[in-house]
């Protein structure tokens, strides 16, 4: 869907299918009987950040995890309310890059720019 509205190079990797399950499932990852992420704003970063560093597509990673995670967000009772273009594009590419920024950090950023639905 993202790449007929956006354009780019159709398909799935060879292991998309097993990297696109694995991204989906970090969400409700646990430890010790605990959610690895407590609440819904860790919980969209961690969504967010596996899709991004999952490359289970051939083209459209970032934009498919912005959309999956607003999706998310929606689902969950939140706006997420775009900043411009520009913003919401360099913590896109921070994500992206290695260490750029760490969950909590994603996490934060994330619910400042959400309001309730």
């Not at 969504?47 to 289970?56: I, K, Q, R, T, Y």
């Not at 970032?62 to 999956?68: D, E, M, N, S, V």
Request: aromatic share 10%; hydrophobic share 45%; glycine share 8%.
């Amino acid at each position: 869907m993202v790449i007929q509205h956006i354009g780019g190079i159709h398909g799935i990797t060879e292991q998309g299918f097993e990297k696109l399950a694995t991204a989906l499932a970090v969400p409700q990852q646990t430890m010790f009987g605990e959610d690895l992420y407590p609440d819904t704003f860790s919980k969209a970063a961690a969504l967010f950040d596996a899709l991004v560093h999952g490359h289970c597509f051939s083209d459209g990673n970032k934009r498919t995890a912005l959309l999956a995670m607003i999706e998310f967000l929606a689902r969950n009772g939140y706006a997420f309310n775009t900043p411009d273009d520009e913003s919401l594009y360099d913590w896109i590419l921070l994500v992206a890059a290695e260490r750029g920024m760490d969950r909590e950090q994603q996490a934060a950023w994330i619910e400042q720019r959400c309001e309730q639905l």
